[in-house]
Protein backbone atom coordinates (compact mmCIF):
# COMPACT_ATOMS: atom_id res chain seq x y z
CA UNK A 1 0.00 0.00 0.00
CA UNK A 2 3.03 2.33 0.30
CA UNK A 3 4.31 1.97 -3.12
CA UNK A 4 0.84 2.67 -4.06
CA UNK A 5 1.00 5.90 -2.24
CA UNK A 6 4.63 6.49 -3.57
CA UNK A 7 2.97 5.72 -6.90
CA UNK A 8 0.32 8.54 -6.83
CA UNK A 9 3.01 10.97 -5.35
CA UNK A 10 5.66 10.48 -8.48
CA UNK A 11 2.14 10.91 -10.63
CA UNK A 12 1.22 13.76 -9.13
CA UNK A 13 4.52 15.18 -9.56
CA UNK A 14 4.26 15.16 -13.64
CA UNK A 15 2.18 18.09 -14.32
CA UNK A 16 1.37 15.62 -18.14
CA UNK A 17 0.05 13.34 -15.92
CA UNK A 18 -1.82 15.58 -12.52
CA UNK A 19 -4.98 15.52 -15.07
CA UNK A 20 -5.56 11.70 -15.03
CA UNK A 21 -5.39 11.58 -10.90
CA UNK A 22 -7.94 14.47 -11.17
CA UNK A 23 -10.03 13.16 -13.29
CA UNK A 24 -9.93 9.35 -12.05
CA UNK A 25 -13.50 8.95 -9.70
CA UNK A 26 -12.60 9.08 -6.54
CA UNK A 27 -14.65 6.03 -5.99
CA UNK A 28 -11.51 4.04 -6.85
CA UNK A 29 -9.20 6.15 -4.81
CA UNK A 30 -12.02 5.87 -2.24
CA UNK A 31 -12.24 2.36 -1.97
CA UNK A 32 -9.22 0.76 -3.23
CA UNK A 33 -6.34 2.62 -1.58
CA UNK A 34 -7.39 4.65 1.18
CA UNK A 35 -9.60 2.42 3.02
CA UNK A 36 -6.64 0.51 3.45
CA UNK A 37 -4.35 2.38 4.90
CA UNK A 38 -3.70 2.99 8.42
CA UNK A 39 -3.73 6.49 10.21
CA UNK A 40 -0.31 7.88 9.84
CA UNK A 41 -0.29 6.79 6.15
CA UNK A 42 -3.42 8.24 5.74
CA UNK A 43 -2.43 11.54 7.22
CA UNK A 44 0.19 11.85 4.85
CA UNK A 45 -1.66 10.99 1.87
CA UNK A 46 -3.86 14.28 2.74
CA UNK A 47 -0.92 16.20 2.38
CA UNK A 48 0.12 15.31 -1.11
CA UNK A 49 -2.63 17.78 -2.69
CA UNK A 50 -5.81 19.13 -2.56
CA UNK A 51 -7.49 16.23 -4.11
CA UNK A 52 -6.51 14.02 -1.91
CA UNK A 53 -7.05 15.70 1.33
CA UNK A 54 -10.55 16.67 0.41
CA UNK A 55 -11.28 12.99 -0.13
CA UNK A 56 -9.29 11.94 3.15
CA UNK A 57 -11.35 14.29 5.11
CA UNK A 58 -14.33 12.09 4.94
CA UNK A 59 -15.38 11.18 7.88
CA UNK A 60 -16.64 7.78 7.49
CA UNK A 61 -13.28 6.64 6.55
CA UNK A 62 -12.01 8.01 10.06
CA UNK A 63 -15.21 6.24 11.85
CA UNK A 64 -13.99 3.07 10.42
CA UNK A 65 -10.40 3.11 10.74
CA UNK A 66 -11.42 4.00 14.44
CA UNK A 67 -13.28 1.29 15.26
CA UNK A 68 -10.60 -0.88 13.79
CA UNK A 69 -8.30 0.79 16.32
CA UNK A 70 -10.55 1.22 19.00
CA UNK A 71 -12.99 -0.87 19.19
CA UNK A 72 -14.53 0.87 22.18
CA UNK A 73 -15.48 3.98 20.24
CA UNK A 74 -18.66 1.89 18.11
CA UNK A 75 -20.44 2.64 21.30
CA UNK A 76 -23.16 5.16 20.16
CA UNK A 77 -23.28 7.41 23.16
CA UNK A 78 -19.20 7.99 21.89
CA UNK A 79 -20.40 8.33 18.53
CA UNK A 80 -22.41 11.08 19.39
CA UNK A 81 -19.80 12.72 21.49
CA UNK A 82 -17.06 12.84 19.00
CA UNK A 83 -20.01 14.26 16.10
CA UNK A 84 -19.72 17.12 17.63
CA UNK A 85 -16.36 17.72 17.54
CA UNK A 86 -15.32 19.76 14.97
CA UNK A 87 -13.79 17.25 11.90
CA UNK A 88 -15.27 13.94 13.79
CA UNK A 89 -13.51 10.60 14.39
CA UNK A 90 -9.92 12.60 12.38
CA UNK A 91 -9.84 15.05 15.21
CA UNK A 92 -9.58 11.88 17.63
CA UNK A 93 -6.39 10.24 15.91
CA UNK A 94 -5.00 13.57 15.68
CA UNK A 95 -5.60 14.27 19.52
CA UNK A 96 -5.12 10.37 20.78
CA UNK A 97 -3.28 8.48 17.96
CA UNK A 98 0.48 9.86 18.83
CA UNK A 99 2.30 9.32 22.27
CA UNK A 100 1.51 12.17 24.62
CA UNK A 101 5.24 13.98 25.09
CA UNK A 102 4.38 16.61 27.89
CA UNK A 103 7.18 18.16 29.34
CA UNK A 104 8.04 21.46 30.57
CA UNK A 105 7.67 23.83 27.33
CA UNK A 106 3.94 25.34 28.90
CA UNK A 107 4.84 25.85 32.03
CA UNK A 108 3.63 29.48 31.86
CA UNK A 109 -0.05 28.61 31.17
CA UNK A 110 -2.47 28.35 33.99
CA UNK A 111 -4.17 25.12 34.60
CA UNK A 112 -7.59 25.24 32.66
CA UNK A 113 -10.76 24.56 35.21
CA UNK A 114 -11.76 20.90 35.66
CA UNK A 115 -14.06 20.19 33.04
CA UNK A 116 -17.25 18.53 34.72
CA UNK A 117 -17.25 15.27 32.80
CA UNK A 118 -14.28 13.13 31.46
CA UNK A 119 -15.45 9.74 29.22
CA UNK A 120 -12.85 6.81 29.44
CA UNK A 121 -12.59 4.57 26.19
CA UNK A 122 -10.31 2.01 27.02
CA UNK A 123 -9.15 -1.06 24.71
CA UNK A 124 -7.27 -4.17 25.52
CA UNK A 125 -5.31 -6.05 21.99
CA UNK A 126 -3.82 -8.51 22.69
CA UNK A 127 -1.40 -9.80 19.68
CA UNK A 128 -3.19 -7.06 17.81
CA UNK A 129 -7.23 -8.33 18.32
CA UNK A 130 -9.33 -6.90 20.77
CA UNK A 131 -10.24 -8.43 23.80
CA UNK A 132 -11.24 -5.99 25.52
CA UNK A 133 -13.18 -2.94 25.48
CA UNK A 134 -14.87 -0.51 27.99
CA UNK A 135 -16.76 2.85 28.25
CA UNK A 136 -16.81 4.71 31.43
CA UNK A 137 -18.09 8.11 31.74
CA UNK A 138 -16.57 10.29 35.50
CA UNK A 139 -18.41 12.91 36.53
CA UNK A 140 -15.67 15.17 37.71
CA UNK A 141 -18.03 18.03 39.67
CA UNK A 142 -18.79 16.29 42.44
CA UNK A 143 -16.94 16.99 45.90
CA UNK A 144 -15.99 13.32 46.36
CA UNK A 145 -14.28 13.04 43.47
CA UNK A 146 -12.23 16.16 43.64
CA UNK A 147 -11.43 15.63 47.56
CA UNK A 148 -10.60 12.00 46.88
CA UNK A 149 -7.36 10.73 44.91
CA UNK A 150 -7.79 10.43 41.23
CA UNK A 151 -9.34 7.27 40.71
CA UNK A 152 -11.44 5.92 37.71
CA UNK A 153 -12.64 2.19 37.84
CA UNK A 154 -13.57 0.58 34.49
CA UNK A 155 -14.83 -2.96 35.80
CA UNK A 156 -18.01 -3.66 37.90
CA UNK A 157 -16.69 -4.91 41.12
CA UNK A 158 -16.52 -8.67 41.41
CA UNK A 159 -15.97 -9.24 37.69
CA UNK A 160 -13.79 -11.19 35.76
CA UNK A 161 -12.61 -10.44 32.34
CA UNK A 162 -11.24 -14.04 30.31
CA UNK A 163 -7.84 -13.04 28.21
CA UNK A 164 -7.03 -15.75 25.53
CA UNK A 165 -3.44 -16.10 27.48
CA UNK A 166 -2.79 -19.43 29.79
CA UNK A 167 -1.68 -19.17 33.39
CA UNK A 168 1.58 -20.54 33.15
CA UNK A 169 4.41 -22.18 35.59
CA UNK A 170 7.76 -20.66 33.78
CA UNK A 171 7.03 -16.92 35.21
CA UNK A 172 9.75 -15.37 33.72
CA UNK A 173 9.07 -16.60 30.08
CA UNK A 174 5.33 -15.76 30.68
CA UNK A 175 6.22 -12.39 31.81
CA UNK A 176 8.38 -11.10 29.00
CA UNK A 177 5.24 -12.77 26.82
CA UNK A 178 3.04 -10.30 28.44
CA UNK A 179 5.10 -7.58 28.20
CA UNK A 180 5.83 -8.15 23.79
CA UNK A 181 1.97 -9.29 23.08
CA UNK A 182 -0.40 -7.01 25.52
CA UNK A 183 -0.97 -3.62 24.34
CA UNK A 184 -3.74 -1.10 26.21
CA UNK A 185 -5.02 2.19 25.07
CA UNK A 186 -6.84 4.21 27.32
CA UNK A 187 -8.64 7.58 25.58
CA UNK A 188 -9.80 10.59 27.85
CA UNK A 189 -12.28 12.40 25.74
CA UNK A 190 -13.80 15.81 27.11
CA UNK A 191 -17.50 16.61 25.47
CA UNK A 192 -17.32 20.01 26.67
CA UNK A 193 -13.46 21.23 25.23
CA UNK A 194 -13.89 19.09 22.51
CA UNK A 195 -10.63 17.33 23.27
CA UNK A 196 -8.50 14.25 24.02
CA UNK A 197 -5.38 12.29 24.54
CA UNK A 198 -4.35 8.73 24.86
CA UNK A 199 -3.25 8.64 28.89
CA UNK A 200 -1.45 4.91 28.29
CA UNK A 201 2.04 4.06 26.84
CA UNK A 202 0.15 1.28 24.81
CA UNK A 203 3.03 -1.29 25.49
CA UNK A 204 3.28 -1.94 29.31
CA UNK A 205 6.11 -0.48 31.05
CA UNK A 206 6.21 -3.36 33.92
CA UNK A 207 4.52 -6.18 34.42
CA UNK A 208 4.74 -7.72 38.27
CA UNK A 209 3.15 -10.35 40.32
CA UNK A 210 1.47 -8.97 43.61
CA UNK A 211 4.19 -9.78 46.95
CA UNK A 212 0.49 -11.44 48.40
CA UNK A 213 -1.90 -12.55 46.33
CA UNK A 214 0.45 -13.20 43.71
CA UNK A 215 -1.89 -11.37 41.14
CA UNK A 216 -0.42 -10.49 37.73
CA UNK A 217 -0.56 -6.48 37.76
CA UNK A 218 0.49 -4.96 34.13
CA UNK A 219 1.24 -1.16 34.35
CA UNK A 220 1.08 1.36 31.61
CA UNK A 221 2.45 4.99 31.83
CA UNK A 222 2.61 8.60 30.74
CA UNK A 223 4.30 11.00 32.63
CA UNK A 224 3.23 14.68 32.26
CA UNK A 225 3.94 18.16 33.75
CA UNK A 226 2.04 19.34 36.57
CA UNK A 227 2.41 22.89 39.06
CA UNK A 228 5.36 23.84 39.45
CA UNK A 229 7.73 24.29 42.77
CA UNK A 230 5.51 21.77 44.51
CA UNK A 231 5.60 17.40 44.29
CA UNK A 232 3.04 18.02 41.47
CA UNK A 233 5.53 19.49 38.91
CA UNK A 234 5.68 16.34 37.17
CA UNK A 235 3.49 13.18 37.52
CA UNK A 236 2.79 10.23 36.48
CA UNK A 237 -0.83 9.03 34.63
CA UNK A 238 -0.76 5.09 35.51
CA UNK A 239 -3.33 2.65 34.52
CA UNK A 240 -3.13 -0.83 36.19
CA UNK A 241 -4.89 -3.76 34.97
CA UNK A 242 -4.98 -6.60 37.16
CA UNK A 243 -5.24 -10.36 36.09
CA UNK A 244 -5.89 -13.84 37.90
CA UNK A 245 -5.80 -17.18 37.27
CA UNK A 246 -4.33 -20.40 37.94
CA UNK A 247 -1.82 -22.25 36.11
CA UNK A 248 -3.28 -24.56 33.41
CA UNK A 249 -6.23 -22.54 33.12
CA UNK A 250 -7.27 -19.33 31.57
CA UNK A 251 -5.97 -15.52 32.72
CA UNK A 252 -8.64 -13.44 34.22
CA UNK A 253 -8.65 -9.48 34.33
CA UNK A 254 -10.32 -8.47 37.40
CA UNK A 255 -9.12 -4.68 37.53
CA UNK A 256 -8.78 -2.10 35.08
CA UNK A 257 -7.92 1.51 36.61
CA UNK A 258 -6.02 5.02 36.29
CA UNK A 259 -4.65 7.07 39.14
CA UNK A 260 -2.04 9.62 39.07
CA UNK A 261 1.01 9.81 41.07
CA UNK A 262 2.98 12.70 42.38
CA UNK A 263 7.25 12.89 42.65
CA UNK A 264 6.64 11.96 46.71
CA UNK A 265 5.23 8.89 45.34
CA UNK A 266 1.65 9.88 46.68
CA UNK A 267 -1.64 9.98 44.72
CA UNK A 268 -2.96 13.31 43.08
CA UNK A 269 -6.50 14.68 44.03
CA UNK A 270 -9.04 14.65 41.80
CA UNK A 271 -9.62 18.75 42.01
CA UNK A 272 -5.64 18.74 41.29
CA UNK A 273 -5.29 15.99 38.81
CA UNK A 274 -8.43 16.94 36.15
CA UNK A 275 -6.68 20.00 36.09
CA UNK A 276 -3.31 18.85 35.29
CA UNK A 277 -5.28 16.53 32.55
CA UNK A 278 -7.45 19.08 30.97
CA UNK A 279 -3.87 21.15 30.61
CA UNK A 280 -2.50 17.86 29.24
CA UNK A 281 -5.34 17.84 26.87
CA UNK A 282 -4.95 21.23 25.47
CA UNK A 283 -1.41 22.08 25.53
CA UNK A 284 0.53 18.53 25.72
CA UNK A 285 2.41 17.61 22.24
CA UNK A 286 1.45 14.68 20.63
CA UNK A 287 4.60 12.55 18.66
CA UNK A 288 5.47 9.43 17.74
CA UNK A 289 7.28 7.11 19.87
CA UNK A 290 10.78 6.61 18.18
CA UNK A 291 12.74 4.31 20.24
CA UNK A 292 11.73 0.93 21.34
CA UNK A 293 11.06 1.14 24.91
CA UNK A 294 11.02 4.70 25.11
CA UNK A 295 8.10 5.03 27.70
CA UNK A 296 9.97 2.12 29.75
CA UNK A 297 13.04 4.44 30.03
CA UNK A 298 10.31 7.40 31.38
CA UNK A 299 8.83 5.21 33.85
CA UNK A 300 11.79 4.00 35.24
CA UNK A 301 13.57 7.53 35.39
CA UNK A 302 10.06 8.88 37.36
CA UNK A 303 10.73 5.87 39.97
CA UNK A 304 14.51 6.67 39.99
CA UNK A 305 12.81 10.64 40.76
CA UNK A 306 10.45 9.52 43.25
CA UNK A 307 13.33 7.49 45.01
CA UNK A 308 15.72 9.84 45.01
CA UNK A 309 13.34 11.96 46.58
CA UNK A 310 12.64 9.91 49.66
CA UNK A 311 15.86 9.71 50.62
CA UNK A 312 16.53 13.26 50.78
CA UNK A 313 13.83 13.86 52.75
CA UNK A 314 14.78 11.18 55.43
CA UNK A 315 18.34 12.28 55.19
CA UNK A 316 16.47 15.57 56.21
CA UNK A 317 14.89 14.10 58.67
CA UNK A 318 17.41 12.31 60.50
CA UNK A 319 19.71 15.58 60.44
CA UNK A 320 16.92 17.44 61.98
CA UNK A 321 16.34 15.06 64.15
CA UNK A 322 20.32 14.82 65.43
CA UNK A 323 20.12 18.62 65.51
CA UNK A 324 16.72 18.35 67.97
CA UNK A 325 18.42 16.06 69.99
CA UNK A 326 21.56 18.16 70.48
CA UNK A 327 19.97 21.20 71.17
CA UNK A 328 17.37 19.35 73.82
CA UNK A 329 20.84 17.91 75.61
CA UNK A 330 22.43 21.35 75.60
CA UNK A 331 18.90 22.84 76.79
CA UNK A 332 18.86 20.13 79.78
CA UNK A 333 22.32 20.79 80.63
CA UNK A 334 21.20 24.56 80.71
CA UNK A 335 18.54 24.12 83.55
CA UNK A 336 20.37 21.93 85.18
CA UNK A 337 23.21 23.97 85.52
CA UNK A 338 20.57 26.43 86.68
CA UNK A 339 19.36 24.99 89.34
CA UNK A 340 22.56 23.90 90.82
CA UNK A 341 22.40 20.04 90.23
Not at 132 to 149: A, D
Not at 177 to 190: F, Q
Not at 230 to 236: H, L
Not at 282 to 305: H, P, S
Amino acid sequence: MVMAIASIESTMASSSSSSSILTMHHDIIHTHILTRLDATTLASTSATCSHLRHLCRDNHLWKKMAATTWPSLLDPAICHVISTFPNGHRSIFSDSFPALHYYSSHSNHPLSPPSSELISAVDIHYKGKPVFSRIRQTKTEKNMFLSSPLWIEIMEPNELVPMPVKYVRKEEEWIKHLEDNLCLSWILIDPTGKRSMNVSSQKSVSVRRHWLTRDVEILFSVIMEGETRRATEMVQCMVKVTCCGKVGGELHVREVNLVMENMDGGNVSGREGVGILMKAMEFGDRKKVGEEGEMKMRFERFLNLVRERRERKFRRKKQWDGFSMVVAFVVCVWFCYLAGF
